[in-house]
């Protein structure tokens, strides 16, 4: 069965640098959610889209954008990176948006280091 | 202030029952619990999501009490390879937040 798809795997940038992470869905689902985890971190609710609108945010920086296009892809884009920008990022998507069976199917995630 | 706790670790050995609770004092009234099983450098993998009372799968289960305060996972009978992270991940009104996780360690 089709899963997630994050590109890159891995990513190391230097501090002050940009860098855009991408998500691919499942196919027919609509709602995509981004999460940041630190090491020995529980994941940390990002941003989420629901048909191409922002649906939720959370603690994502103002250096930080996504946006989902049409085809429900998703980008994740920061700027002006930090050190403490150094984590996982997981993608997950989901056939519903809030409320009741909206299961969320995680990406193997982004591994971004910041030197 | 919305939170969601978890007991940090616990230890079983194979073949037990864990119970593995999750406090959420201010869930929103319409969103599910949904439990995650995650393993180190992977993504977190769906267990079982339940609105209120008991929900039963084919390898674990949920209790939530009327009050929806708090959920339970159960795992009826756990192995070496059950031992993972989990988290509870619980909607709010505007956001939805991960617990805290707790750190599983099956023995043999």
């Known amino acids: 069965a089709a899963g997630v798809i994050q590109s890159p795997r891995h990513l190391i940038k230097e501090k002050r640098e940009t860098a855009t992470l991408k998500c691919y869905p499942i196919?027919?689902?609509?709602?995509v959610y981004w999460y940041q985890q630190g090491p020995g971190q529980d994941p940390q609710f990002l941003i989420s889209?629901?048909?191409?609108?922002?649906?939720d945010k959370g603690s994502i920086p103002d250096r930080f954008s996504a946006q989902q296009f049409s085809d429900y892809h998703s980008e994740l884009n920061m700027s002006s990176l930090e050190l403490g920008d150094s984590a996982l990022y997981f993608c997950?998507?989901?056939?519903?948006?809030?409320?009741?069976?909206?299961?969320?199917?995680f990406g193997p995630g982004t591994r971004l280091t910041v030197l | 202030l919305a939170k969601t706790t978890q007991p940090i670790s616990m230890d079983s050995y194979e073949g037990q029952e864990v119970n593995i609770t999750c406090s959420h004092n201010n869930i929103a009234t319409n969103d599910y619990i949904t439990w995650y099983q995650q393993f180190p450098s992977q993504g977190p993998r769906f267990i079982i999501q339940?609105?209120?009372t008991k929900v039963t799968n084919e390898v674990a289960s949920l209790f939530i009490p009327a009050d929806r305060k708090s959920s339970t996972l159960s795992l009826p009978r756990v192995s070496l390879s059950d031992t993972a992270v989990y988290y509870c991940?619980?909607?709010?009104?505007?956001?939805?937040?991960f617990g805290t996780g707790t750190r599983l360690q099956v023995f043999p």
């Open positions: 889209f629901y048909e191409k609108m922002q649906s």
């Open positions: 339940g609105y209120k």
């Open positions: 196919p027919r689902h609509d709602t």
């Open positions: 997950a998507s989901s056939p519903l948006d809030r409320g009741p069976y909206n299961e969320q199917f």
């Open positions: 991940l619980v909607g709010y009104a505007d956001k939805l937040i």
